[in-house]
């Protein structure tokens, strides 16, 4: 008798995947770790009581209903990419259902609504839509990403200024809930769940199919690029500030991407303007681009290749694509950060001590359609957003130190010091398990609304990890 079998719910949670003892592996199993997926986040290491991966929505609801009688808290995972491992529940003693076998693709060729199952990888569901009669949805450059998670926290790509966020391709979801039932969440039916999952899913139940407006795909772009890795401290920060008049310019096109890189020897400028070489260089000249002329651009046809991100090269090449120890927070601005903040940011970055060589510092261009949004239509609340900052720092050697974390964190103070008790929000994809108030700054103004849901349809809190919607005391 293997170890796994002493474990509370071993039987129903065998018996829920119609006891094919490979679609569910537990805690205590000979081969549990092999098994098991790998732990993104090597500076928070969890372990979960069992994994299950299931082949269809009826599965998944039964193994919700053992895992609920059995006290376990449940968590799925699609790509894998938490931060803080919340796919593997965010804590130890979890059972997590994995999506992988979720791959459910078809296209109505009249609505042009594309129905996707919720273990899709980014990278699949964009040559899967392109292959089915050129279309496509705005999501990340990430490609091994998971559309069950990116397409229920946010989900911000080259394409959002033009078409929102992957969570506005939303129109209708099977969702299984905490009660063990199946159902379709929609605008007119379910609204409430409909509404939740659109930014906070993780807390209400597990999305198992979507049903995605889809879009003709560009057939042209221009990808730009450009690379400080020189000049002094001052020169670096007044190329930020030139880049940030840039993307707060008041009806900026919506057809241009942009993101600018800080890193240990320099700093990446890039984007994407979706049109011609001409064009391109017309909106340069008439701009005043901060790069005009020093980059390099690439001009391409095909839709497949355009959604590549410069940035996402240089994390890759930071990180090496294998789990290590990391540290990550984010900031929303809906304004500009001031000339003084600025200047103060990259003096401190050219004077602390950082903990680790590996770190770097995202800002992003957001704004356009994704501003369109009410900001209480869906749970996602950051709508005013125009800019995002990400700052993430990796460690080489063990866990991340305290000196590093502190890094990060005086990063965050630095450029909102101006601006003393301002809201600065925090995009729900890029968890930060040391944030303080989490929910407040992960779902804002919407939080209130979203504790009521949690106790209609998840009163026992079994969809849960160390950040998700917590139902209020005076609701239990």
């Not at 909106?283 to 005043?288: D, S």
């Not at 984010?330 to 003084?340: E, K, Q, R």
């Not at 704004?367 to 749970?379: K, L, S």
């Not at 010091?417 to 925090?426: E, K």
Request: proline content about 5%.
């Amino acid at each position: 008798m293997g170890q796994g079998q002493s474990i509370p719910g071993h039987d129903c949670l065998l018996a829920a995947v119609g006891y094919n003892s490979n679609l569910v592996a537990f805690q205590g199993d000979a081969f549990f770790h092999f098994r098991a997926p790998p732990v993104y986040n090597l500076d928070h290491p969890v372990t979960p009581i069992a994994v299950t991966f299931p082949e269809n929505s009826e599965q998944i609801a039964s193994i919700v209903q053992c895992a609920a009688n059995n006290g376990y808290k449940v968590q799925p995972r699609s790509g894998g990419h938490s931060y803080g491992n919340y796919g593997l529940g965010g804590i130890d003693g979890e059972v997590v259902v994995d999506l992988k076998n979720l791959q459910d693709f078809s296209i109505d060729p009249i609505t042009q609504i594309a129905t996707v199952g919720s273990g899709t990888l980014l990278g699949d569901l964009h040559s899967r839509l392109y292959n089915a009669g050129h279309r496509a949805v705005a999501h990340g450059a990430c490609l091994n990403v998971g559309t069950g998670g990116h397409f229920t926290i946010g989900g911000l790509g080259t394409m959002s200024r033009q078409w929102g966020m992957a969570l506005d391709h939303i129109r209708e979801a099977e969702v299984v809930l905490a009660n063990g039932t199946i159902i379709n969440a929609a605008p007119s039916q379910n609204a409430d769940v409909l509404f939740a999952i659109k930014g906070a899913a993780a807390s209400f139940g597990i999305v198992t199919k979507f049903k995605l407006q889809t879009h003709p795909a560009p057939t042209q772009a221009v990808q730009y690029s450009y690379t400080l890795n020189t000049g002094t401290t001052a020169e670096r920060a007044q190329l930020f500030k030139d880049w940030q008049r840039f993307i707060f310019t008041k009806n900026l096109t919506r057809r241009v991407s942009s993101e600018l890189v800080v890193f240990e020897s320099g700093i990446l400028l890039s984007g994407t303007f979706f049109g011609s070489r001409d064009e391109w260089k017309t909106l340069e000249r008439e701009m005043n681009f901060p790069a005009a002329d020093k980059g390099s651009i690439i001009v391409l046809t095909d839709w497949l290749g355009m959604i590549a991100s410069q940035a996402e090269d240089l994390i890759f090449q930071v990180v090496g694509g294998i789990p290590c120890a990391f540290y990550a927070k984010s900031m929303s601005f809906t304004d500009t950060i001031p000339d003084g903040n600025i200047d103060s940011l990259f003096k401190y970055l050219d004077s602390t001590t950082k903990g680790t060589p590996a770190w770097f510092i995202i800002f992003d261009l957001e704004a356009g359609a994704t501003n369109d949004v009410p900001m209480n239509a869906t749970a996602y609340a950051h709508r005013e957003t125009i800019m995002w900052m990400q700052s993430y720092a990796v460690s080489l050697l063990g866990p991340v130190s305290q000196t590093t974390k502190g890094f990060l964190n005086e990063i965050s103070n630095v450029v909102s010091a101006s601006r003393p008790g301002a809201f600065y929000g925090a995009y729900p994809g890029y968890v930060d398990p040391l944030l303080e108030n989490a929910q407040q700054a992960y779902w804002g103004s919407n939080l209130p609304r979203l504790q009521n849901i949690k106790v209609q349809i998840d009163p026992n809190d079994i969809f849960h990890n160390p950040q998700s919607v917590q139902i209020l005391p005076d609701h239990l």
